[in-house]
């Protein structure tokens, strides 16, 4: 190990060992070439600045975002930026099935594939492919429903990693999906071994949540194919001769599709000289959803052609069966996640212009279209508190404003930089049209101890209040601020844009926006920042402490590797290594003490300020219930959050164990904490 590595983290093996064998710069025989992260910083640094208008401005300052950890981008950009190797910067995508098909199947399959090998994650919905035991025209008869194909995608995610660590994916299904039993199921056997190489989230709409608070029925349906009497007596009207018009052109789209394909430009042309009726929603190559649209026709375009389908009911249940065993799954093995789809939806910033979401990326931070991609980096808020650990504590929100203001302008670089390395055009159309990017926030936990307010109290839901609307706020502005240099993103209509409820607790930053427009279609997330906040040597993102001291099962190295949380030696360094030394700061509590009521309403108080999403990991004792889970879910829906995930000890194997001499016991966290 590099001796200049491990003095730079004060003997911290762990950390110089995830910063020489994840990020540092690597020569073409594998040596190391880069010793320490001020290397790593400097290279960062230069590389993305060249893409700015200004670049020796930007050079210096990204050199001071960059120091001692206050920013962190995403662990793609510290391992690709200035590399020359073939690697995506930005962390993850969605991809979409194009259609109910097994070409769109494996053709999904494949992207997902060519992405994992270009060092990027992946969300994929499985809404659109059709139920169990639907007909189908091949020598199955029937199909095997859309969870079959979970195992698939999984297999693809496991085979195809980067680095020695596993891809990322995550899987959703809509709740009102028949398969949805199935889906919700899928990891729950006795030995953990299904679908392992993914997470798994079930989409909830809030009408679904209402109808559990009532005990009222929930159909589950999907749109089928329809016969030609269904054509005929709905959208057709009864006119035979437009029926008989509109199956020709189909069967033509059909036997055209058989020779080659339709590319996304054919579809499109296609579908709009059919003879159509009106009041038939069109889903075009798998977006948006059917269960977004109003229906109850549907004309669904994809490579293979253009089809009607119905919405086609396939029973009803009780709303609370699917309710509780969501809940009992959950409890059981930790998954699935929910994923308040209405909520996400209703207060996205990119509802038009091809850019409505359709899922997540794989840790559900980031709310993606198809092809959709996050561009990541987080401001690490424990380095902007003065006079830690004293009754003079307090955020340096003019160092902090800098950093927001610099990051913007550095995520922004970083997607110009990046637009010629995504696996797929698809996806650098759409990065190039939406300029998404997600600044996040790491090390909060850290920084309210040092502040000496308690994570989950009252104190810290109103701290995080003010300190994320002046995030989102200067944030916003400085994204104005580029579009007036730069232009605004190709898509951007300010009628459209601004008339998300997002925008409506805006205060005088409004009319700077209105002005110059904005550029970037959304700005702002909270990731997990896995590894990156165990390099910078914080907590991650906005979750609670996990524990003081862990044991942490590192994959690449195959070994548990004892881990101290950095703030312990701080605290120590600042009193002169004086007192006790199993005393602790008065404010410090980890997660498992962490009121679970406390810790979501701190969680909905910073979504209000998030364009996007947060991803949030609620852990609990292995005492918990069922019981607990539901309130957690339920508490997370009333307070406006758009997802959560609840991990109760012991129900998943764990990635950190509480280490030996940790003043605390309890809980473990769940395998969305990245593992090396």
Not at 69 to 88: E, K, N, Q, Y
Not at 639 to 647: A, D, L, N, S
Not at 664 to 674: A, D, I, K, M, V
Request: glycine residues 10%.
């Amino acid at each position: 190990m590099s001796l200049g590595a491990l003095e730079f983290f004060r003997g911290d093996a762990l950390r110089a060992r995830l910063f020489l064998e994840r990020y540092a710069l690597r020569g073409e025989g594998g040596e190391v070439l880069e010793e320490e992260p001020p290397q790593m910083w400097e290279r960062l640094a230069r590389e993305i600045s060249r893409f700015d208008p200004d670049p020796e401005r930007a050079l210096e300052g990204f050199r001071w975002l960059l120091w001692d950890f206050r920013f962190v981008p995403g662990g793609r950009i510290m391992f690709a930026a200035g590399s020359g190797r073939r690697a995506t910067l930005a962390n993850c995508y969605l991809i979409p099935i194009r259609e109910d098909s097994v070409e769109g199947i494996m053709g999904a399959a494949l992207e997902a594939a060519r992405t994992f090998s270009y060092g990027g994650g992946v969300g994929v919905d499985l809404s659109i492919l059709r139920p169990r035991g639907e007909k189908v025209s091949n020598a199955a008869l029937t199909s095997s429903g859309a969870a079959s194909f979970m195992e698939l995608f999984s297999q693809v995610t496991g085979t195809i990693g980067q680095m020695g660590r596993r891809g990322a994916l995550m899987l959703t299904l809509h709740c009102a999906h028949p398969d949805a039993f199935d889906f919700v199921r899928a990891k729950a056997d006795p030995d953990r071994s299904r679908v392992r190489y993914a997470n798994v989230s079930l989409l909830v709409e809030d009408s679904f949540v209402e109808a559990v608070l009532r005990d009222d029925l929930w159909e589950m349906w999907y749109p089928a194919p329809c016969t030609r009497e269904e054509l005929l007596d709905g959208p057709m009207g009864g006119d035979v001769a437009a029926l008989a018009e509109l199956m020709l052109s189909l069967e033509r789209l059909r036997r055209k599709a058989l020779e080659e394909p339709l590319s996304e430009a054919e579809a499109r042309a296609e579908a709009e000289a059919l003879p159509t009726p009106s009041g038939l929603s069109l889903v075009f190559m798998g977006s948006p959803s059917p269960y977004y649209l109003p229906g109850p026709f549907y004309l669904l375009v994809g490579p293979s052609g253009v089809e009607v389908r119905r919405r086609r009911v396939y029973r009803r249940v009780r709303a609370r069966e699917l309710w509780d065993e969501l809940v009992h799954c959950a409890f059981d093995s930790a998954e699935p996640g929910v994923i308040f789809i209405s909520r996400a939806r209703r207060f996205s910033t990119t509802e038009y212009a091809g850019m409505g979401i359709l899922s997540t990326n794989p840790c559900s931070e980031v709310t993606l279209e198809p092809y959709g991609c996050c561009c990541l980096g987080s401001l690490n808020l424990s380095a902007f508190v003065v006079n830690p650990f004293s009754g003079g504590a307090q955020m340096d929100l003019t160092s902090l404003g800098r950093a927001i203001r610099w990051g913007v302008r550095f995520l922004d670089d970083a997607l110009e930089a990046g637009l010629e390395l995504h696996p797929l055009p698809q996806q650098r159309s759409h990065a190039a049209w939406g300029r998404r990017i997600g600044l996040g926030v790491t090390g909060l936990a850290d920084a309210l101890v040092k502040l000496g307010i308690e994570y989950g109290s009252l104190a810290s839901t109103s701290f995080c209040d003010d300190l994320f609307s002046f995030i989102r706020k200067v944030a916003y502005v400085e994204s104005a601020l580029l579009a007036r240099e730069r232009g605004t993103f190709p898509a951007f209509d300010p009628g459209r844009h601004f008339r998300s409820p997002f925008f409506s607790h805006f205060g005088e930053e409004m009319e700077v926006l209105q002005r110059f427009g904005l550029r970037n279609c959304a700005l702002l997330t909270c990731p997990p920042v896995g590894s990156g906040s165990l390099l910078a040597g914080t907590s991650s993102g906005i979750e609670p402490i996990f524990h003081l001291r862990v044991s942490r099962r590192v994959e690449s190295l195959g070994e548990e590797v004892l881990y101290e949380h950095p703030l312990l030696g701080e605290w120590r360094r600042l009193r002169g290594f004086e007192g006790d030394p199993a005393e602790l700061p008065p404010a410090l509590v980890t997660a498992h003490r962490v009121e679970a009521r406390g810790r979501v309403s701190l969680q909905g108080t910073i979504q209000r300020h998030v364009d996007q999403s947060i991803s949030s990991t609620v852990n609990l004792p292995r005492s918990a219930g069922p019981r607990e889970v539901e309130e957690i879910f339920l508490e997370a829906w009333r307070r406006g959050c758009k997802g959560i995930t609840v991990y109760r000890e012991g129900s998943r194997p764990p990635v950190l164990r509480e280490g030996p001499h940790d003043p605390y016991s309890g809980c473990r966290t769940c395998e969305l904490n990245e593992p090396l």
